[in-house]
């Protein structure tokens, strides 16, 4: 089975309007735009039901249901991707904010400019060890 481009409800109906007015009026005018090669019969599709056998009607029925399941696998796919773009986007952002976090809580390293001061503690020590025994 063939991929071809993606054709909307909207732009089929706006493709085979034409034919459908022109063989529903017994005209038997050429349209004036091609079908996309992408396997459907498209000139099937644009016949009067009221003028097909059952057999035309059943192939009619099997292209319908192979445009939806096509249109429903492009749509699919494209939300994969986008799904993908997302992840790889949040994952990125995570780590982001998980670098950030360690580096709020992670104690300073020992070769910071400005090491905390410990004064306090050595003149704590040094009046303990000059006070006389008791």
Known sequence: ????????????VEMVAPVVAA????????PQ?????DGIDYDLL??????????????????????H???????KRI????????IKQLETENKLLQ????????PPPASSPNPPSNEHINADITKQSNAPPE
Do not use: W
């Open 33 to 37: 735009f091609s079908f996309p090669d």
């Open 79 to 86: 939300f994969i991707e986008e799904m993908e773009e997302m």
């Open 23 to 30: 063989a529903e009026s017994g005209h038997d005018e050429s």
């Open 69 to 75: 399941a096509k249109r429903t696998r492009d749509r």
């Open 1 to 12: 089975m063939s991929t071809g481009p993606v054709v909307s409800t909207a732009s089929y």
């Open 46 to 67: 644009s016949k009067a039901r009221s003028l097909c056998t059952p057999q035309e009607l059943d192939k009619i029925c099997r292209e319908r249901n192979q445009m």
């Open 99 to 106: 670098t950030h976090i360690y580096s709020m809580t992670a």
